[in-house]
Every structure is written in C-alpha cells, then in structure tokens.
C-alpha cells in the first residue's frame, strides 16, 4: 500500500524527534551533573570529583554540537513538512522559537569560557560559577521549546477570526495551562537520565576495569542523584496525570483504555483489546485510575465515549503510557536498591548483578524519554493544534517529502556514527587515573615555576 505525504511527514517528524530527543536530553541533564561534580571536588578537595567535570564536559560538547545539527533539521522541518501548521501558528511561536535560540547562544558562550579556563583562577569557585549561566541557559532552552508543545496542546493567546489567529499575545500563548505540568516532566527527565547515563558508564567501566576510586565516587553521586531525580519525576508524572484528567481527558482516557465515564475507575496494566475494543490479558487496580487523576478514588473519570471516535487518539498510546511509567519505576527501585545494599554492610553494592543493572539503566532511561515523548505527540493525534488544526491539514502535499526522509536519514546515520567515533577515541585510550596522573603532576610543575618565579 503507497504512503500519503501525511505519513511521510510524520514519519520525517517523528525520526528527527527520535534522534534529536537523544541529544537534547543530555544538553539539559548533563549540565547539572557537571556543576554539581565540580563543586563537591572544590568543596571537599576531592580532584577526582574536578576531573569527572573535566571529562563529562569534554564530551558534553560532542552531545551539543550533534544537537545543533539535529535542532536546526527541526526548524527547517517545521517550514518544509507543516508548511500550513507554520502559515497558522508562526506568529504564535514565534518568540518562544526566538527565545529558545538566545538560551542556546547564552550557554554556548559560557560553556567555550568554561571550558578554556580550567585552573585559570587562584579562586576555584570563580571557574564553578561559570556553571551557573551553563545549567540556567540549558535549562530555559528546554523551557522554552516545551512552550511551544504545550501550546500545541493547550492552544491560547489568540483570537480566531476567518480560520486565522489574530490578537496574538505571544506571552500568554506559552504560558498556557500546560506549561507548568509539562516543563516540572521535562526537566525532572533531563536530569534523571543525564544522572543514570553517567551512573551506568561507571557501572559499564567497573565491569570491564575493574572498581577504582573514581568510578566508585562517579557511581555513588550520580545513584543519589537518580534516586533524587527519579522521586521528583514520580511527582511531575501525577501532576501530569492530573493535568491531563482535567484538560484533555481524551489523552488520558486513550492511555488508560478508559472508554466508559464512570466513577471509580480502575487502573489498566498492559492487556490487549479485541475488534469491539474489549480489554483482554489486562491487570485491573480497582480504583486507581480515579485517585491517580484527582485524588479521590471515587472521582468521576470521562471515558472516550465522551469524544467523536474519529477524535481519538490512536490506542496503541496505551502502550507507551504503561512502558513510560514502567522505566521511570524501575529507575526508581535500581536507585533504592543500590542504597539499600550501600548501608546494608553484609551486601556488596558493587558486585556484578548490580553493576550490570546500573548499566542497563543508562538506555532504559534513554527509552523511558522517547516513550515519553511519543506518547505526547502521538497522544496529541489526530491534531497539530489541538481543537483548532489536524494533522493532515497542517501536513505538505509535496512528493518530494519522500526524498527528505531519506536524506535525513542518512544525516542521522552519519552523526550518529561520527557521535559515538569520537566518544570512544576521546576516552577509551584516556582512562582518568591515567589523566589524573598527568593533572596532578601539571599542578605540581606549575607550583614549582610559581615558587622560582617569587625568589
């Protein structure tokens, strides 16, 4: 069967989230987890916490100069493959598109002096505080963008006269009453990922290495930090929920297979539904679904039958609702787990089984944010502007997406390919005793000049 160019766009779309999602995660998690390694390296005197800044931010900048790239697709994306969604909406997004690109530039200019003023100061705190404008600039990006979805989701700001958006308040439009629930799950997923990639990298190294000491210390800071990221993602997941039970219960009701209003509504894991969308297979928690969307499990909950069926979202989002939430628990229990067995002294927090679960967290997180954001977009189905655009309308009629989908796929190889190239010759042949052999005895070298040069 041909492919429409609808399907083409979304497929286009949808590839260059997968990809770049990848690389925007990073460039918000990693930020953090740099700046708060460093600080403790300065704070305790402790280099090998300086010298995992040193390395995370050397590959940080690979992650970032990727996620230009893979950034810059998706603004030309948006006015080669929704050309009529841009035509409608680009005066609306505008500004946060605008302010997303000056968050972008204002890190990157922090992070080249960050990077070239490593023991440059006599105070360590002075080259700490460069951090600051770093994790801010990364995290108002995400900011930003996420305003642009929830807008899509939540549209607002506008007026709408003769199919048009006129009267447009920029500000208003992003700060819709998605914005709140969307970035608190944006943001608590940055950093939980950026948390467990570089605690499973660790866990990876100890496996193959051998346990060092500041493996031992990388795996520790971020376990914590999963273990805190990981509580304050659970929470942004219920404000979501809730949201959603509000706002557009249609998404929710699709997620949860909820197709009859009623009050008390269970809670559906899995299963699978027949032709008369009979749920099969499935675990049923009486109740649940009503105290997880308004904190009463007695509460009325809408059903799709509330909704033209031709409004519904596609029900496979059920899937990767159940598998988003699935990770994010687990991430969870492998955080307190490792911590159970740290103060647990007749267990060993580092033996294989262990290390080899920390290590498969680092893509289990990477999946749990793709899950997440296929189910926002997907969920979102059948419109581009929710209530006021559908997909198809918004999509180009052009042949030629065809080929677009090709090119961009070949570019995704290409990066990806050259991403993980460079990664591995940057660290592979520089294990960081190795490295920190070679700082400490600069610094000592540099002491002794300073010492001759005062004589």
Same mark, same amino acid.
Not at 81 to 87: A, E
Not at 403 to 412: D, K, P, R, S
């Given at each position: ?34 700046? @708060? ?5 300065? *704070? ?46 680009? !005066?609306? @997004? ?28 006599? !105070? ?62 944006? %943001? ?25 000491? +500041? ?9 914590? $930090?999963? $273990? ?6 659970? %929470? ?13 219960? &249609?998404?929710?009701?699709?997620? =949860? ?15 699978? %539904? ?8 499935? $675990? ?21 039958? =509330?909704?033209?069926?031709? &409004? ?21 229990? @492998? ?12 267990? !060993?927090? $580092? ?23 296929? +189910?926002?977009?997907?969920? *979102? ?11 198809? =309308? ?15 796929? %070949?570019? +995704? ?11 591995? *010759? ?6 960081? &005793? ?20 005062? *004589?």
């Amino acid at each position: 069967m041909a492919i429409d160019t609808v399907m083409w766009s979304k497929l286009v779309t949808g590839m260059t989230l997968a990809f770049h999602v990848i690389f925007a995660t990073l460039g918000v998690g990693v930020p953090l987890m740099i700046a @708060i390694a460093e600080f403790i390296g300065i *704070r305790k005197k402790d280099p090998h916490y300086t010298l995992m800044a040193k390395r995370w931010a050397r590959g940080f900048i690979i992650s970032v100069a990727v996620g230009v790239v893979t950034g810059t697709a998706i603004s030309l994306q948006l006015a080669l493959v929704w050309p009529n969604f841009m035509k409608m909406a680009g !005066n609306v @997004i505008a500004l946060p598109l605008f302010l997303e690109v000056f968050a972008f530039f204002f890190e990157a200019i922090f992070l080249g002096i960050y990077m070239y003023t490593w023991d440059r100061f006599k !105070n360590p705190y002075i080259h700490w505080l460069l951090t600051i404008p770093i994790v801010l600039g990364a995290c108002m990006s995400a900011v930003f963008i996420t305003t642009v979805n929830g807008f899509m989701n939540q549209p607002g700001g506008f007026v709408m006269e003769a199919g048009q958006f006129t009267a447009v308040d920029p500000v208003q439009a992003m700060m819709n009453t998605a914005t709140f629930s969307k970035v608190f799950h944006v %943001l608590s997923s940055a950093y939980l990922t950026g948390a467990a990639l570089l605690a499973g990298i660790a866990a990876f190294t100890m496996l193959r290495k051998g346990v060092s000491a +500041y493996h031992k210390k990388a795996l520790n800071l971020m376990m914590a $930090l999963v $273990l805190l990221f990981g509580l304050l993602n659970s %929470l942004a997941g219920d404000v979501s929920a809730k949201f959603l039970a509000e706002h557009q219960p &249609e998404k929710l009701a699709a997620a =949860e297979w909820h197709f009859k209003t009623e009050s008390g509504a269970d809670l559906i894991l899995m299963g699978w %539904l027949n032709a008369e969308h009979e749920i099969l297979g499935a $675990l049923h928690l009486p109740k649940l679904l009503s105290f997880l969307a308004f904190g009463d499990f007695n509460a009325e909950v809408i059903g799709l039958e =509330e909704f033209p069926q031709d &409004e519904w979202p596609p029900l496979l989002v059920h899937y990767l609702f159940d598998l988003m939430v699935g990770v994010g628990f687990a991430l969870l229990v @492998i955080s307190l787990l490792y911590f159970l067995f740290v103060f647990w002294k007749k267990r !060993n927090a $580092l033996n294989n089984w262990m290390l080899r679960i920390i290590a498969l967290s680092a893509p289990l997180a990477f999946l749990g944010i793709e899950l997440g954001w296929f +189910y926002a977009e997907i969920g *979102r189905q059948p419109w581009i502007i929710r209530g006021y655009m559908r997909v198809e =309308e918004a999509a180009t009629t052009s042949p030629s997406i065809r080929i677009l989908f090709f090119v961009f796929l %070949l570019l +995704y190889i290409v990066l990806g390919t050259m991403c993980v190239v460079v990664l591995r *010759r940057l660290f592979n042949n520089n294990p960081p &005793e190795v490295e920190m052999e070679k700082w400490m005895k600069e610094k000592r070298n540099q002491s002794i000049e300073k010492g001759e040069s005062t *004589r």
